[in-house]
């Protein structure tokens, strides 16, 4: 048995690390405070690329979201498998053979919606729509300042017009992602996530005067999710806050939102006169985003400092005691969703400690 606080397992020589963990307990707190803070599961389109699961997918379905977020056509798979009724790819497609294939999924009664952010996005959909006499519904995406991808304000009712126009396109709704708006401040967040609501409701007006409906508009991060959500007409699309990691959680102390998915991790070797232990947490075995010493915080040992990172290498400053070869231990990745990847799967472990069940990473893969 190894437990640390309220996370056990009974026998960790069963698995073979490293191996991602999922917490059922920890979970179920997660999909049950995400839908309270929204004010409803019904105000949720969940982004599926945290946990890429399709059993997660079920239980977020059964806790009544509206639907997902993908960032992939294989999360678009996923979602539509679990039997989501509302499903968007929430990445512009600017290759053909990727339309087709968006066009294949689109074809069932569940709605599925593309982006769109520039005319180049529209001319491949129209096309490939035009080619299948297929309508295909189509979002714009809009800039919400974090000039990643979207269409400026000033150019967005062209963009919604150009979409309406084509005989194959329904336009769709708006997309808004404020990924950039890390605000630990609860004022500051809440006011800027007003002032894109406000933005989106002012273009949505200015569509709507013109003729156009505007059927969703779906915005936010983990960050502002629940300012959307709890606005008029509006769906928000948080996403990391399923499994939680230690990087939004040092940003976010007021969502109670726990960790429920960890690395377990074995010591293979220490060096007492460096005063650092080696496990097998590597590039392959956790997230490298972000500086060495945020990627990974050992439960066990919160001070242990992650120094060196190879491909199957994890070192940590830890001075004496240090654990002894072959003890294991539990790692809190910094940033969970590149974590999610490097697994196959997840073994699910319940509150006795015990192994429960092997959540798949579904949508692990592109193709």
């Not at 059964?62 to 679990?82: D, M, P, Q, R």
């Not at 830890?318 to 072959?326: L, R, S, V």
Request: proline share 5%; aromatic share 8%; glycine share 8%.
């Amino acid at each position: 048995m190894i437990e640390v606080g309220e996370y056990k397992v009974a026998e960790p020589d069963e698995i073979e690390t490293p191996a991602m963990l999922i917490f059922a307990d920890q979970l179920d707190n997660n999909i049950r405070v995400v839908s309270e803070l929204a004010g409803g599961g019904e105000h949720l389109i969940v982004h599926v690329k945290t946990h890429k699961s399709e059993a997660v997918a079920r239980k977020q379905l059964a806790s009544g979201v509206a639907g997902f977020k993908c960032a992939t056509l294989k999360e678009i798979e996923l979602a539509l498998g679990a039997g989501a009724k509302e499903a968007i790819l929430a990445y512009p497609m600017a290759q053909k053979i990727k339309v087709q294939r968006f066009a294949e999924l689109a074809q069932g009664e569940a709605v599925v919606s593309a982006i769109a952010s520039a005319s180049q996005h529209v001319r491949i959909l129209g096309e490939v729509a035009s080619e299948r006499q297929q309508t295909l519904r189509v979002m714009i995406d809009v800039d919400a300042g974090m000039h990643r991808t979207g269409v400026s304000l000033a150019d967005a009712r062209g963009l919604y017009r150009q979409i309406a126009e084509h005989p194959h396109l329904e336009p769709s709704g708006l997309h808004i992602y404020d990924g950039h708006e890390h605000l630990t401040d609860l004022d500051e967040r809440q006011a800027a996530a007003q002032r894109h609501i406000d933005d989106a409701n002012q273009l949505k007006q200015a569509l709507e005067a013109e003729g156009f409906a505007v059927p969703r508009i779906v915005g936010g991060s983990t960050f502002t999710f629940a300012y959307y959500s709890r606005a008029e007409g509006m769906h928000g699309s948080p996403g990391t806050c399923i499994y939680w990691d230690t990087g939004y959680g040092g940003l976010l102390p007021d969502m109670p939102f726990k960790w429920a998915a960890l690395v377990l991790t074995q010591v293979v070797d220490r060096h007492h006169g460096e005063q650092t232990i080696t496990t097998d947490l590597g590039l392959k075995a956790i997230s490298d985003d972000g500086p060495l010493p945020r990627r990974a915080t050992l439960l066990q040992n919160p001070h242990a400092e992650f120094i060196g990172q190879n491909e199957e290498h994890g070192i940590f400053r830890w001075p004496d005691p240090q654990p002894e070869i072959g003890s294991y231990l539990f790692a809190v990745p910094g940033h969970v969703c590149p974590t999610t990847i490097r697994y196959p799967g997840s073994y699910v472990i319940d509150a006795e400690g015990q192994i429960a069940d092997y959540y798949p990473h579904t949508a692990r893969d592109r193709h």
